[in-house]
């Protein structure tokens, strides 16, 4: 069993930045890839950004690539992103989550641990 605790959303103007935590439970934090997913209203889940195990591969959706940074500490069993230039489009509601197995790192039925998320909101 994992336990996922997202932070540090809020409301930024276009441009600023933020920097997103998820803190998880459980000794096998370090073997597991993490991803991050955002889903705004009534839209589909999307996917972010993911990174390995050790954190030597990073992935990243192409609304994205570029403005965020994905990373970790396995030390604190803390994964982070790092969103710069924010636009409004990425208002969302941002999740972490845990995938179980090895199934495509960019699809959410891959993950079997979410958080509860975190809301982002970019104003104009």
């Known amino acids: 069993q994992v336990q996922l605790v997202e932070s540090g959303g809020g409301l930024v103007q276009a441009g600023g930045s933020l920097r997103l935590s998820c803190a998880a439970s459980?000794?096998?934090?370090?073997?597991?890839?993490m991803g991050w997913f955002r889903q705004a209203p009534g839209q589909e889940r999307e996917f972010v950004a993911a990174?390995?195990?050790?954190?030597?591969?990073?992935y990243y959706g192409n609304s994205i690539k570029g403005r965020f940074t994905i990373s970790r500490d396995n030390a604190k069993n803390t994964v982070y992103l790092q969103l710069d230039s924010l636009k409004p489009e990425d208002t969302a509601v941002y999740y972490c989550?845990?995938?179980?197995?090895?199934?495509?790192?960019?699809?959410?039925?891959?993950?079997?641990?979410w958080g509860q998320g975190t809301q982002v909101t970019v104003s104009s």
């Open positions: 989550a845990v995938r179980r197995g090895f199934g495509p790192y960019d699809m959410s039925t891959s993950y079997g641990y």
């Open positions: 459980g000794r096998t934090f370090s073997t597991m890839l």
């Open positions: 990174i390995s195990s050790g954190g030597a591969n990073l």
